[in-house]
């Protein structure tokens, strides 16, 4: 039972233009949600998070936002950027338990 | 570079040989995490530590996985008898106790032929 999931395995966006990432999550204990980007041979670099008692974190470009009773989440990135392009993960944690639960990532494409 | 380092970057054995990867977290990052990573999938938990100690191991990871972080600094994650299945790229991370987010390694590529 996959318990973080990411529907869009690729999405493809014009320079400039907003690019949305979306991510559905199954289990309430989660209380912390991670986006990661990773480029080819490299391992995956921490983007942006937000806590559960949030429904929306800002860093730059990259606005997350969370729907707790959806038990969804969304990465916004505006405007995209062609060094935007790589996949992004999703990731969820429980409180203190250490380790992260991963989607199978969304490759985002942003086209000059 | 003071990141996150994993030695080495592939690894090509036969099926029944064992191998030993090793990784080098950051170095005030107490917590150290194993994943391991397929083709179109999210990078899977497999264990992790806390110091030099193992806190949690998963339920998928055989009993032909070992991990060791015998002083709390780098760690090893052994596979014995290496099955077609284990190919993947295995990565590590790291991070501080209490903080959510993980610093990865850029992984070891195992190919079992």
């Known amino acids: 039972d996959q318990q973080v999931k990411q529907n869009s395995p690729s999405l493809s966006v014009q320079e400039g233009r907003i690019s949305i990432l979306n991510c559905d999550y199954t289990n309430s204990m989660f209380d912390y949600f991670l986006w990661y980007k990773k480029y080819p041979a490299e391992g995956p670099t921490f983007l942006i998070s937000i806590s559960s008692i949030k429904d929306k974190n800002e860093d730059g470009r990259f606005t997350v936002f969370l729907n707790k009773s959806a038990k969804h989440l969304s990465l916004h990135i505006v405007p995209s950027q062609p060094g935007d392009s790589a996949v992004y993960f999703c990731?969820?944690?429980?409180?203190?338990?250490?380790?992260?639960?991963f989607g199978d990532g969304t490759t985002l494409t942003v086209k000059p | 570079d003071t990141g996150v380092s994993q030695d080495p970057r592939h690894k090509i054995t036969k099926r029944g040989q064992n191998v030993t990867f090793r990784c080098d977290p950051i170095s005030e990052h107490n917590r150290l995490y194993w994943y391991r990573q397929t083709l179109g999938q999210g990078p899977e938990f497999l264990t992790y530590f806390q110091n030099e100690a193992q806190l949690e191991k998963s339920r998928l990871l055989s009993d032909r996985f070992s991990a060791e972080r015998p002083k709390g600094s780098f760690s090893t994650l052994e596979i014995q008898r290496t099955e077609q299945g284990d190919s993947a790229m295995y990565l590590c991370?790291?991070?501080?106790?209490?903080?959510?987010?993980?610093?990865f390694g850029p992984g070891t590529r195992l190919t079992v032929l």
């Open positions: 991370a790291s991070s501080l106790a209490g903080r959510y987010e993980q610093f």
């Open positions: 990731a969820a944690s429980a409180l203190e338990a250490g380790k992260s639960t």
